[in-house]
């Protein structure tokens, strides 16, 4: 199994509090990326990063911001939680081998419930 | 723009079956890659195959097969026997040059005995 870890698991937390998901991978591939992922809706992307500093916002980006400080870490933040933004959210990592994409290896998911 | 249409929410079979979970996309690239990921009751998102826009050819992997034709533009994936062990959310996606995965919806599979 690809070498990702997402902490916390699970979390409940109120509305209007700051919360921070982390994300945590061991095999140093650039690309990393968060979803959420919510019934009807399948996996949407909130934001993603292609090295160290460097990230940019997917379709579902709105109330998030992300950090990328190292290779082996990319953090997620809810700045003021809201009940929308309950949902199951999973980290991936991805690489290029030669020019070419990798598959994407996904972490255990976390999920958030905002009361 | 890209798109991936996986247009049958759910199927149900009976075990021994052999189903086919439909894929289409859309794409202006001219190389990108497409994958299907499983998706079990327990929650993880599992890997199980990426082609690359110039490899037409289908691949078999036990119990599993994919048929990949850029004429219609598709990428279908069938399960022969299925078995219960089987039942799960199939997602297809698609990367192409802005190296985001595209998503489908998902088929929800439920194989039963």
């Known amino acids: 199994d690809a070498g990702i870890t997402q902490s916390p698991r699970h979390k409940v937390t109120e509305t209007g509090t700051p919360v921070t998901l982390r994300c945590h991978q061991t095999?140093?591939?650039?690309?990393m990326y968060w979803y959420r992922q919510d019934p009807g809706h399948g996996l949407r992307l909130i934001h993603y990063s292609y090295g160290v500093k460097d990230t940019d916002k997917g379709e579902v980006s709105d109330g998030y911001s992300v950090s990328r400080s190292k290779t082996e870490d990319f953090l997620l933040t809810l700045e003021s939680a809201t009940s929308s933004q309950t949902s199951v959210y999973f980290c991936?990592?991805?690489?290029?081998?030669?020019?070419?994409?990798?598959?994407?290896?996904f972490g255990q998911g976390t999920r958030l419930t905002v009361v | 723009a890209q798109k991936v249409t996986q247009a049958q929410t759910e199927i149900s079979v009976v075990e021994k079956e052999d189903v086919t979970l439909d894929c289409v996309y859309e794409t202006r690239d001219t190389t990108y890659y497409l994958f299907w990921y499983k998706q079990p009751p327990s929650g993880e998102l599992v890997f199980l195959i990426r082609r690359n826009s110039f490899d037409e050819q289908n691949e078999i992997s036990g119990r599993y097969s994919w048929n990949f034709q850029k004429s219609t533009s598709s990428f279908n994936f069938t399960i022969t026997a299925s078995q219960v062990v089987d039942s799960a959310v199939y997602f297809c996606?698609?990367?192409?040059?802005?190296?985001?995965?595209?998503w489908g919806l998902g088929t929800s599979l439920a194989v039963n005995p």
């Open positions: 991936a990592i991805s690489d290029r081998d030669r020019g070419r994409n990798t598959e994407a290896f």
């Open positions: 095999e140093n591939h650039r690309y």
């Open positions: 996606a698609l990367s192409g040059n802005n190296r985001k995965l595209i």
